[in-house]
Every structure is written in C-alpha cells, then in structure tokens.
C-alpha cells in the first residue's frame, strides 16, 4: 500500500480512534472542530483508503487464559518460494500465533505466541513448530515481564 498523505485533521482522528475505537462521530466532530457530517467523511475515507483496517477489542490475554507469552525465531532448510510459502501458510491458521515476521539476520522468522502455560508452549514448540515445512533451527523466549504494549502508532 502506498502512503497515503494525511492533513493535521486525519492525523487527530486516526490518533483518537487508535486510542478509543468506540468513539462516537459526535465526540470526534468536537475533538477535531467539523460538523458530524464532514467528521463521518473523512473517516469513512480512512476506512475505505485502508488506513483504518479494523476496530477490535483489546483484551487482557492473562484474564482469558493465555498466561505465557514467547517469542519464537525459526530458521528454515532452504529459502525457495515454495519453502517459504508452504511455511507462512501454516504459521498464518495457527490461532495461538499472534504474529509473524520474516527477518533479517541470523534468523528468519519471529513468532509471538501464547499459551496457557510453559508445557503447552513446549509442547507445541516441539511437536507442531518443528514439523512444519521445512524448519531447520528453532529458539524461544519467554517474557517475565511485558514493559510496554500498544497499537497506537505514533501519528
């Protein structure tokens, strides 16, 4: 996606929204000094430009379940398309995979995972990641403390 230029107006509804998703037209027209109907406009134009590409809700992955979080770096045999391609379609429909980066560096993905606990990380660590098309070399991680967490891109 190309960059989409944005004018002092997007910038403060983008800002406002990453931090309250749930805000009302109403509150982002006065937040931002337009009308309602120009406000609505302009982010229905966020929406369809893909800049917004979503509302979620944040949840607190201890709260449901997830008590250990880790990171993971593979290393894959060989580098062709189809490597990679068959590898990156399995990482993308495991739902305790919570996100994916091919790397540069010694290792060639980053994983952030979540688990209930330390065995069920190891376990699929050890059955599931290691069975994957071809995974060479796998280390992990896990965080004892989480500093800082955010969505909010520095607009």
Known sequence: MSKINLDAVDRELL???QRDGRATVGELADAVSLSTSPCWRRVRQLESGGVIAGYHAH???EAVGFGVLGFVHLTLHEHTPATMAAFEREIAAAPQVLA????????????????PDLQAFSDYVRTT???????REISTNFVLKEIKRTHVLPL
């Open 15 to 17: 800002g406002r929204l």
């Open 59 to 61: 949840l607190d992955r």
């Open 100 to 115: 994916c980066h091919n790397l540069s560096g010694r290792f060639d993905y980053q994983l952030e995972v979540v688990a």
């Open 129 to 135: 990641l290691r069975s994957l098309p071809g995974v």
